[in-house]
């Protein structure tokens, strides 16, 4: 059973005295819900390091939308079963005023064109709303690495400019996205998808794999517009289909023979908005 905190003193303490011992500390926030796409994240945190803290905090700041606030699940008694077979040791559950105390200051940052576009463009605010929580809960555990998944891979680029900026020590590790059998993202929000929808999902990485399939045929606009009717001939809402550089986001217009790209795609199913993305390498016939 890993051991549960809801205070940040109370935490500090218990880490502070491992630390004195030569313990390191990896670090894995999440929303709660979790899944075994969150236990690929712990179980590489203990190859990483010494002691595992896992925080669930469903952060009201980056939800754009209130009724997906509201909708988002949270199974606490299944999260901590989970978290107790995967070996975790730490389960950190704040209370809504340890993270954000009435004497809160809160930290803002230029992002630049890492928020202009995809998810900055479509969740206003979302991205304000990460860049506060992540820094209160990094100056809260001080862990040595923290480990976020790819299928956020904006936000992961801007958590890495956010612990440049604020100076932080901690290294921040990429883990890949984990998908069911038939290629879904793993998401606490698939369980909220109804079974027909569920079922119509997968088309969503079957198109990302089918791009990078076709990407020597055709130009990135030319892809992209080609795989747009084709998902909308499938009744798929898109929200946003983008091709970009892994390294700064910009949408490209030609292929690159050395720079790595990634594809990125949002489509909602009902009311659930489903995210995923998938490294593309261009090479010349």
């Not at 550089?245 to 050395?258: F, G, H, P, S, V």
């Amino acid at each position: 059973m890993p051991e549960i905190i809801k205070r940040n003193a109370e935490l500090k303490i218990r880490l502070d005295e491992l630390r004195k011992n030569g313990k390191s500390i990896g670090f894995v926030p999440t929303l709660g819900a979790l899944h075994m796409g969150h236990m690929s994240l712990i179980n590489k945190a203990l190859k990483w390091a010494d002691i595992v803290v896992c925080s669930i905090f469903v952060n009201p700041t980056q939800f754009n939308e209130e009724s997906d606030f509201d909708r988002y699940p949270r199974p606490i008694k299944e999260d901590i079963a989970l978290l107790k077979k995967n070996n975790c040791h730490f389960l950190f559950l704040p209370f809504l005023e340890e993270i954000y105390p009435k004497n809160h200051k809160k930290f803002s940052m230029n992002i630049g064109n890492l928020g202009d576009t995809m998810e900055g463009a479509n969740r206003p605010g979302h991205f304000e709303g990460v860049i506060e929580v992540v820094h209160r809960l990094l100056s809260i555990v001080e862990p040595d690495f923290a480990f976020f998944g790819e299928k956020d891979f904006q936000q992961l680029s801007i958590i890495r400019l956010l612990v440049q900026k604020a100076r932080f020590t901690t290294q921040i590790v990429p883990c890949e996205i984990i998908r069911e059998k038939d290629g879904l993202a793993m998401s606490s929000r698939n369980r909220l998808l109804t079974t027909s929808q569920r079922s119509h999902s997968p088309i969503l990485y079957k198109t990302l794999k089918k791009m990078a399939l076709n990407k020597q045929e055709l130009s990135p606009f030319a892809l992209k517009e080609h795989f747009l009717n084709y998902l909308k001939t499938n009744k798929v809402d898109v929200e946003y289909l983008e091709i970009a550089r892994e390294d700064n986001l910009e949408a490209i217009r030609k292929w690159y023979k050395t720079i790595p790209c990634r594809i990125f795609i949002v489509a909602r199913f009902g009311a659930i908005r489903l995210i995923d993305n998938i490294s593309v390498a261009y090479r010349p016939k």
